[in-house]
């Protein structure tokens, strides 16, 4: 069971479901992942304001809970997370990276950190906040 913990990276589509993974699989197995990919979705502007009002499980709270308990994982080596939105291209999303991104901070030790964004970015923010993390700002990667 070590092995198939460590050994293998965890896809979860959702915050709900990073939560019932970890609630789910034993605490020793759990701190054995090494490897996650977790994906966020929003259909449009309205969820991420969402979001920031706090209607789950798209809300802030329940975004940073995920982070918090992400960055408890001993083990963890690898992460890549997914922002996907799909009608935003024109929307200004990058606004919202502060609120985003900075919960993902607490993660601390990991050889490896993407987060794929499906936005461009926007004047506003450029030459802004320095992440711990590499952001890729493209569609063409995030499946």
């Given at each position: 069971?070590?092995?198939?913990?460590?050994?293998?990276?965890?896809?979860i589509?959702?915050s709900?479901a990073?939560f019932?993974l970890?609630?789910?699989v034993?605490?020793?197995?759990?701190q054995?992942?090494?490897?996650l990919?977790l994906?966020?979705?929003?259909?449009?502007?309205?969820?991420?304001?969402e979001?920031a009002k706090?209607?789950p499980p798209?809300?802030?709270s329940c975004?940073?809970?995920t982070w918090?308990?992400i960055?408890?994982?001993?083990?963890l080596r690898?992460?890549?997370?997914?922002?996907?939105?799909?009608?935003t291209r024109?929307?200004?999303?990058?606004?919202?990276?502060?609120a985003?991104?900075?919960?993902l901070?607490?993660?601390k030790?990991?050889?490896?950190?993407?987060?794929?964004?499906s936005?461009?970015?926007?004047k506003?923010?450029?030459g802004?906040m320095?992440?711990?993390?590499?952001?890729?700002r493209t569609m063409?990667?995030i499946p």
């Amino acid at each position: 069971m070590k092995h198939l913990y460590a050994s293998n990276t965890f896809y979860i589509p959702t915050s709900t479901a990073f939560f019932c993974l970890h609630r789910l699989v034993p605490t020793h197995h759990f701190q054995a992942i090494q490897s996650l990919h977790l994906k966020w979705r929003s259909d449009d502007i309205s969820m991420l304001w969402e979001m920031a009002k706090g209607v789950p499980p798209y809300d802030l709270s329940c975004w940073t809970r995920t982070w918090k308990a992400i960055s408890n994982m001993e083990a963890l080596r690898y992460i890549r997370v997914d922002l996907v939105t799909w009608r935003t291209r024109p929307k200004p999303y990058h606004i919202y990276e502060d609120a985003l991104f900075t919960p993902l901070k607490k993660v601390k030790d990991v050889q490896q950190f993407d987060v794929f964004v499906s936005w461009e970015l926007g004047k506003e923010v450029e030459g802004g906040m320095q992440w711990p993390f590499t952001i890729k700002r493209t569609m063409e990667h995030i499946p």
